[in-house]
């Protein structure tokens, strides 16, 4: 494993050991990462990635956009590009969703 700074390594100890705790990951499994452009799912990718050779995981990218922003396409794009670095396949979806949720009489 990469150097990590006391704080990332402490988050990425904890994320581990949840996952070993809860058998959340077995080895050789694929994992595709659901990732919204948001810090929260960012992180989540970039400790799956650190660890996936410890547990030769198969790792994908996902993202969905719901059109609910005038910018979420920059998401999109700043998500692939993500996943570019890591030399990760990457999946995207969109739907307008605002105009889902009227035509279905849902909120």
Not at 4 to 32: D, H, K, M, S
Not at 73 to 93: I, N
Request: hydrophobic share 50%; glycine share 6%.
């Amino acid at each position: 494993m990469t150097h990590l700074e006391p704080e990332l390594f402490r988050i990425y100890a904890n994320v581990v050991r949840t996952i070993e705790r809860e058998r959340l990951l077995a080895r050789g499994q694929r994992v595709l990462v659901a990732v919204s452009g948001g810090r929260d799912s960012m992180v989540l990718l970039d400790i799956l990635a650190l660890y996936a050779a410890e547990l030769s995981l198969k790792l994908g990218v996902f993202h969905f956009d719901h059109q609910l922003r005038p910018e979420s396409g920059d998401d999109a794009c700043f998500v692939a590009a993500l996943a570019e670095v890591y030399g990760l396949p990457f999946v995207s979806r969109t739907a307008d969703v605002a105009a889902l949720t009227r035509q279905l009489g849902l909120s």
